[in-house]
């Protein structure tokens, strides 16, 4: 799949909310994750430290090779 493909399967999926204080925010932020399943809080973990994964990288030294651009 490419990132096209998976941008728009995203768009799809993607959930917001408008709090008017923080304290309200934090309230939405734990029913939402709370109202997930197990694996698909699980399935979240992963997919994020993926992208910290994939940020790290992107910010290391290119270690004497140039760095190619890497499809996302």
């Known amino acids: 799949m490419g990132l096209r493909e998976r941008s728009r399967?995203?768009?799809?999926?993607?959930?917001?909310?408008?709090a008017s204080n923080h304290e309200?925010?934090?309230?939405?932020?734990?029913?939402?994750?709370?109202?997930?399943?197990?694996q698909d809080r699980l399935a979240a973990?992963?997919?994020?430290?993926?992208?910290?994964e994939k940020a790290r990288r992107?910010?290391?030294?290119?270690?004497g090779k140039e760095r190619r651009r890497r499809s996302i």
């Open 9 to 18: 399967q995203r768009r799809k999926r993607i959930v917001g909310n408008v």
């Open 24 to 38: 309200e925010a934090e309230q939405w932020d734990l029913e939402f994750w709370q109202s997930l399943s197990p």
């Open 45 to 52: 973990l992963e997919a994020i430290k993926r992208d910290v």
């Open 58 to 63: 992107s910010r290391a030294p290119a270690s």
